[in-house]
């Protein structure tokens, strides 16, 4: 361990030697490298012991007269920065290579790069990469000795055979795609602007006419223009184009009836016994499959055949004999060719049929086609028949309940109708007859005197004709509504309507109270009268004084 005496002592000492440099003769040429903008010589010796060699340069630290910062060996650098103001002290490792191992190394490096990228390269030509869909994994091929494996070759290590795209290499690939095609889309556009496609009558052909401005182009072509590829122009419709289109669609239908009857010559068919199905047999290779020809396209094997028939087709059997009015019954339960064959008489009246001279026609056209003879219904047949005719008496049985309650309903409705009506001319005679009642008893008592409203009311707050208040000696007094300890308004009948013509109040119907109901209802009315005869008066004097 270094003392403080000590450490001063050496740093004067380095400092002294710094002032007067020593010359030694015969001194050999040392490298020198760069270390923190500071050229020093290589394999210099620590500022301290001066013995061993210096690996760390720390700038912050400058005992030295130079002032670029200590060169320390590894004991001391520990001794140093041991200090708490010096341990946080950023040092620089020295290199212990020379400048000529150095540009080796770094030649190395640059050739062993150059080599990967060779080896790699050549291992691109020499392997192949393919997706396996059942594992979801990758397998690699190497054609020139047929072996596969699922491990990737050694040398690429963390390169790819064939480098898997990013995200933006998948959306720059989708943007050139759309922009190609739409580019491509408008060249079409223009071609089919620029040009016309016209039938030659001595030719026999069609010819491509150019009717752009440029003068570069050819007028008349017999070739297509080139970036149409497989498209092609629509022809110019003049007679002999049309001619050309239905000779085309002739030839085409006599070449396709031509393939169906070689077909339907070289095939037989049959239906499976166990499954029901179709069974198609070559008769020259004996082959047997439930498939049928591909050249009979929609068409069926025996045309004639009804058993062969789909609903579509024998709609269009039902439309020609004019009973068009069948064919949703056939869609609705699902009526085939098969299935009409098995059908009675009274199938055909619940399929919809109501005339029997059209359901013996129907018959007749059956009955005289040259399969009807050796046809045999399936039982799988005859298990949708009797599903059909169960489901046809349901639905009879469902019908007849519909209108048994339908006949109750109407009884019950009728029988409603007239309660109500009952109900509401009782209700009239009820309102009539309390009318009547109200105007006999205010006739009996306008003569009467009107007793004192306190004492009759006692100054209570009670719901007259008039409303909602009290009485305060002669004077009536409104009170807000909102006062109210329960609202005694009726939706059909309120207050002021069912006393209208009584001009009585709501008390108790006992003998003390009737002498005082009628003094006050009489009151009542002479106040009403004065009081409109007042309103009458202001209105003459407004009136007068306008004209005036």
Known sequence: MFSKRAFNARRRKTQALAKKPVKVANEKPTTEIFVNQTVIPFKKTCDFCEEKRAVFHCPKCTTTATGTGDFLCDSCDLEVHRHVKRRNHIRTQIPDVTAREAVHKIMGCFKYLLARKVLVAKCRLEFQRFFDPPTKTYFYFRPSIQETSWRKPLCLKEAELCPYPSFDDYVFRIQGLARHKAARNYLIELIRQTYDKIFSREYTRFYYHFNGKSTLVPRVAWTKPRFLYWRDLKAFKSEDVAALMIQNQWHAYKARQFMMNAVRAQYTVKTDPLTGRLMYTNVHTHKRGFKKPPLLGSEELDPEDMSLWGIYRLGVFFRRLGYGFIAPELRRFDVDGALLLSFEWQDYVDLGFTQSHVIKRVLLQIEKRAFFKSHRDLPVTLVRRDRLRYHHRVEKAAISIQRRYRVIYAALQRARAAERERVEKAKKKAEKDRKEGGL???????????PDHGKVYGNR????VHGWGSWIGEKWVPLD????????????????????????LHF??????????????????????????AEAAVAAADKKARRA
Not at 442 to 450: D, F, Q, R, T
Not at 461 to 464: F, H, L, Y
Not at 484 to 494: A, E, G, I, L
Request: charged share 35%; hydrophobic share 30%; net charge positive.
């Open 440 to 450: 006999w008893w205010s006739g009996k008592i306008k003569n009467l005197p009107v």
């Open 461 to 464: 707050t009670v719901e007259t």
């Open 481 to 504: 509504d909102k006062t109210r300890p329960h609202k005694q308004r009726y939706k059909h009948n309120p207050l002021n309507v069912r006393f209208k013509f009584a001009r009585t």
């Open 508 to 533: 108790k119907n006992d003998d003390a109270v009737q002498e005082q109901r009628a003094a006050l209802v009489a009151r009542l009315l002479e106040e009403d009268m004065r009081q409109r005869q």
